[in-house]
Each structure stands twice: as structure tokens, then as C-alpha cells.
């Protein structure tokens, strides 16, 4: 027997849930690139980007996923042979770093594991230990996804003017924006990449990054930007084809539009608060989960854990098996336990994530988090009794 009939929820961390409103939006005949209704929608985008990452400045858009901004934002900052500094809190301060070496790029990872969040203070001693000059960048991750660690990205900002170096900041919100709080301008930040597929709720394949007059400086002074990557035409197109570097990602815009409309009509602080509630709830239950049996939160620390995804322990071979459950028994698909263990680990199979970012609401996040609740009683995993009221009672609170 399945009760799986019936919409179907995604709940990893990305592709997200997409909004009717969007994939409306999306539902139209090809569009002419050349004259008419996406050139005369095509320049409010941008201050309506702006506005979301909390910018005055600059705003360059790829047609790429998370990859492509990542190489991107280096690609305009730091040349082959320079060095970027990374304090990496998982899997995916590493893959930056990663894309930095395919570069060329020299990295020196400060790596704070899978369970703690960076430390401000040991980015300032390795910045103050750079008399050379070496680093062109650091590159912080504000919400790394696999650990769903959030990082203080203003922190960062602080560590680096304490040791007077001239390193950019960049950060990397790409599961962050439009879920938690984050100031480009007010934090100091120089660059930011993101994605169309988490926060914004569009479909893969948008990417965004935005950079400060500072880090424009930086693009100006290098010695050569590969021509697709060059952010400089892009964020000051003399063509309507130069946003895009060619044809537009004509039906992405159209959702993007309306993502936006969506993101401000709500109001990008109520957005913010929605997602902490949603998440206090989520972690609620979470706890009451673990009073008995395995289940863990990763982060322990509330204060630095991400209002957009939730990573959880919960040992071999449980993750994997509730995951099915939840998939095959109750139409709910939870993320996989990216960058815990390896997948030809027996480990890997004991982890799994609760993406709750985007277009999600109290119901969805009741339900998934009943549904696991089934799952647990079904597959005998000991668990706390009490979850679900726990976070209902957030929820009651909250709304
Ligand atoms: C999803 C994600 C990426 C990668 O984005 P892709 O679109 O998969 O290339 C990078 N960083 C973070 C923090 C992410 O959440």
C-alpha cells in the first residue's frame, strides 16, 4: 500500500518548489528577443535583483547554474597564479574551491569541518600572515548546504579590515538569498553569486553575481577576463543581448519576473522571518526526535544553522531507508546527505536533509515533517514522542 498519490513534495535543498505563479508565467510561446514584451520587462529585473541581495550596485546574470557563477565571480577577480583564502564549512566551500584551482588559482582552505561554523578570528590571523599579499579574495560561504551551517558573513568583513588586508570579500549565497537575512551593502561584501533555483524559486539555469565598485576596480585592473565570463558588459549592456552574453534565457525571465513579484509583493523581510519560523518549527521537532534515538541535528548551535535547509544524523542505514519511505509511502522526496560521507560509504546512507527554502509554507512543513514522524513509527526507528506538537506550537506562535 502507498498513500504517495497526490502532489508530490520536493523538499531537498534545490531545485526548489516552484510557485503555479511561476510555472504560469513560464507556460507562453517563444518570445521575440528583439523588440516587445521581455526587452521592455528585461531592465526592471535588475533593481528588483538589487533589492533582494540588499545592493545598490552591480548585478551580472549568466546562464548557468551555481557552477557558473562560482567560476564567474573568480573569473573576474583573481588571475592564474594568485591566491584566494577559503574557510570552508563543507562540501561546498570546497567545491568553490575546487572551481578556483581548475583556474589555476592557489587555495589555502582553512577547513572548519562538517559541525562548526567558520571563525572570524582565524581568517584575520591567516590574512595578517599574508605579507606577501598573496590572497586576492576570500571566499565564504554563507549558507553551505551539505552541513547547513550559516556563516557570519559580516564577521568576515570585520577580520579582514582588522588585519588591514585588501582582500574581497566574496561570499557564497547561492541557498541563502531570499531565505535568510543577508546585507550585501550593509556587511561590506564585494561579491555575491546565486542561483535561480533555490531562494528564487525559478527553474536551474539563471545565475546571478553582484559586485561592489571595489570589486569592479579589481575586474578592471586584471590582465585578461575570458570574454563569456566578463561581467562588465553584462552589468552595463550597450545591446539587450549583452545581459546574456547572446540570446536570452527567454521563458527563465518570465519566471523570474514573477518570482519577484512574488518575493516583494510578501516583502523580502517578511520572506526572512517566514523562513526562521518555518525553520524554528522544523528544528523543533528535530529535537524532540532526538530526546530518544538517533536523530540529530547537525549544527548544534541554533544561531548559526540555516533557515533554508536542515542537515540531520540519524546513522546507518536509517537516513536512506526513511528517505525511501518518505518517498515510496507519502510523496515527499528529502534531500540526500551531500557531502557527509561518501555515496560507497555504508556511512552515507545515514544522513539526510530537509530543504524548506523558497515557496514553502506552514502546511508543507507540517506535513513533511508528519510525514517523517510516519516514517520514523514505520521503519521502527526510536525517536522522541511529541514532534509534531512541538513544532505546531512554534508555528502557532510564530503566525
Ligand atoms: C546549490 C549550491 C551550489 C551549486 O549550485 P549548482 O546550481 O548546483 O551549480 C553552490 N553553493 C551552494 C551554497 C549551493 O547551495
Given at each position: 500500500?502507498?498513500?504517495?498519490?497526490?502532489?508530490?513534495?520536493?523538499?531537498?535543498?534545490?531545485?526548489?518548489?516552484?510557485p503555479?505563479?511561476?510555472?504560469?508565467?513560464m507556460?507562453?510561446?517563444?518570445?521575440?528577443?528583439?523588440?516587445g514584451?521581455?526587452?521592455?520587462?528585461?531592465?526592471?529585473?535588475?533593481?528588483?535583483?538589487?533589492?533582494?541581495?540588499?545592493?545598490?550596485?552591480?548585478?551580472?546574470?549568466?546562464?548557468?547554474?551555481?557552477?557558473?557563477?562560482?567560476?564567474?565571480?573568480?573569473?573576474?577577480?583573481?588571475?592564474?597564479?594568485e591566491?584566494?583564502?577559503?574557510?570552508?564549512?563543507?562540501?561546498?566551500?570546497?567545491?568553490?574551491?575546487?572551481?578556483?584551482?581548475?583556474?589555476?588559482?592557489?587555495?589555502?582552505?582553512?577547513?572548519?569541518?562538517?559541525?562548526?561554523?567558520?571563525?572570524?578570528g582565524?581568517?584575520?590571523?591567516?590574512?595578517?600572515?599574508?605579507?606577501?599579499?598573496?590572497?586576492?579574495?576570500?571566499?565564504?560561504?554563507?549558507?553551505?548546504?551539505?552541513?547547513?551551517?550559516?556563516?557570519?558573513?559580516?564577521?568576515?568583513?570585520?577580520?579582514?579590515d582588522?588585519?588591514?588586508?585588501?582582500?574581497?570579500?566574496?561570499?557564497?549565497?547561492?541557498?541563502?538569498?531570499?531565505?535568510?537575512?543577508?546585507?550585501?551593502?550593509?556587511?561590506?561584501?564585494d561579491?555575491?553569486?546565486?542561483?535561480?533555483q533555490?531562494?528564487?524559486?525559478?527553474?536551474?539555469?539563471?545565475?546571478?553575481?553582484?559586485?561592489?565598485?571595489?570589486?569592479?576596480?579589481?575586474r578592471?585592473?586584471m590582465?585578461?577576463?575570458?570574454r563569456?565570463?566578463?561581467?562588465?558588459?553584462?552589468?552595463?549592456?550597450?545591446?539587450?543581448?549583452?545581459?546574456?552574453?547572446?540570446?536570452?534565457?527567454?521563458?527563465?525571465?518570465?519566471?523570474?519576473r514573477?518570482?519577484?513579484?512574488?518575493?516583494h509583493?510578501e516583502?523580502?523581510?517578511?520572506?526572512?522571518?517566514?523562513?526562521?519560523?518555518?525553520?524554528?518549527?522544523?528544528?523543533?521537532a528535530?529535537?524532540?526526535?532526538?530526546?530518544?534515538?538517533?536523530?540529530?541535528?547537525?549544527?548544534?548551535?541554533?544561531?548559526?544553522?540555516?533557515?533554508?535547509?536542515?542537515?540531520?544524523?540519524?546513522?546507518?542505514?536509517?537516513?536512506?531507508?526513511?528517505?525511501?519511505?518518505?518517498?515510496?509511502?507519502?510523496?515527499v522526496?528529502?534531500?540526500?546527505?551531500?557531502?557527509?560521507?561518501?555515496?560507497?560509504?555504508?556511512?552515507?546512507?545515514?544522513?539526510?536533509?530537509?530543504?524548506?527554502?523558497?515557496?514553502?509554507?506552514?502546511?508543507?512543513?507540517?506535513?513533511?515533517?508528519?510525514?517523517?514522524?510516519?516514517?520514523?513509527?514505520?521503519?521502527?526507528i526510536?525517536?522522541?514522542?511529541?514532534?509534531?506538537?512541538?513544532a505546531?506550537?512554534?508555528?502557532?506562535?510564530?503566525?
Open positions: 500500500m502507498t498513500l504517495s498519490y497526490g502532489r508530490e513534495y520536493l523538499a531537498i535543498p534545490g531545485p526548489s518548489v516552484m503555479d505563479r511561476v510555472l504560469r508565467a507556460n507562453r510561446a517563444s518570445p521575440n528577443i528583439y523588440e514584451d521581455l526587452i521592455d520587462m528585461a531592465a526592471g529585473l535588475i533593481p528588483d535583483l538589487r533589492r533582494v541581495a540588499r545592493t545598490e550596485h552591480h548585478v551580472a546574470i549568466y546562464i548557468a547554474n551555481g557552477h557558473g557563477a562560482w567560476e564567474a565571480a573568480l573569473a573576474n577577480t583573481v588571475a592564474p597564479g591566491a584566494v583564502l577559503v574557510p570552508a564549512t563543507g562540501r561546498f566551500g570546497h567545491g568553490w574551491a575546487d572551481m578556483a584551482q581548475g583556474l589555476g588559482i592557489e587555495t589555502d582552505i582553512i577547513d572548519f569541518g562538517k559541525s562548526t561554523p567558520l571563525d572570524a582565524r581568517v584575520e590571523e591567516a590574512l595578517r600572515a599574508d605579507t606577501a599579499g598573496r590572497i586576492k579574495a576570500v571566499l565564504v560561504t554563507h549558507v553551505d548546504t551539505s552541513t547547513s551551517i550559516r556563516n557570519d558573513v559580516a564577521a568576515v568583513r570585520a577580520a579582514i582588522a588585519a588591514g588586508h585588501p582582500a574581497l570579500l566574496m561570499a557564497d549565497c547561492i541557498a541563502s538569498l531570499a531565505c535568510d537575512v543577508f546585507e550585501m551593502d550593509a556587511w561590506g561584501v561579491v555575491i553569486v546565486a542561483g535561480s533555490k531562494g528564487l524559486m525559478v527553474p536551474p539555469g539563471l545565475s546571478f553575481v553582484f559586485f561592489s565598485p571595489r570589486a569592479a576596480e579589481v578592471a585592473a590582465p585578461r577576463v575570458s563569456y565570463w566578463d561581467w562588465t558588459p553584462r552589468a552595463n549592456p550597450q545591446g539587450f543581448y549583452q545581459y546574456w552574453g547572446g540570446t536570452a534565457p527567454t521563458h527563465h525571465l518570465f519566471g523570474l514573477e518570482s519577484l513579484d512574488m518575493i509583493g516583502g523580502i523581510e517578511a520572506v526572512w522571518t517566514r523562513h526562521a519560523a518555518l525553520a524554528r518549527a522544523i528544528w523543533a528535530c529535537e524532540v526526535w532526538g530526546q530518544h534515538g538517533p536523530l540529530a541535528l547537525n549544527m548544534p548551535d541554533a544561531a548559526h544553522r540555516s533557515h533554508a535547509v536542515t542537515s540531520l544524523r540519524i546513522g546507518a542505514p536509517h537516513g536512506s531507508a526513511l528517505r525511501g519511505w518518505l518517498q515510496d509511502k507519502a510523496g522526496t528529502l534531500g540526500i546527505g551531500l557531502g557527509m560521507a561518501e555515496p560507497n560509504d555504508p556511512a552515507w546512507h545515514g544522513f539526510f536533509r530537509i530543504g524548506h527554502m523558497g515557496h514553502v509554507n506552514a502546511h508543507m512543513v507540517l506535513g513533511v515533517l508528519a510525514s517523517i514522524d510516519a516514517g520514523l513509527k514505520a521503519l521502527d526510536p525517536h522522541g514522542q511529541g514532534a509534531l506538537e512541538a505546531s506550537t512554534v508555528i502557532a506562535g510564530a503566525a
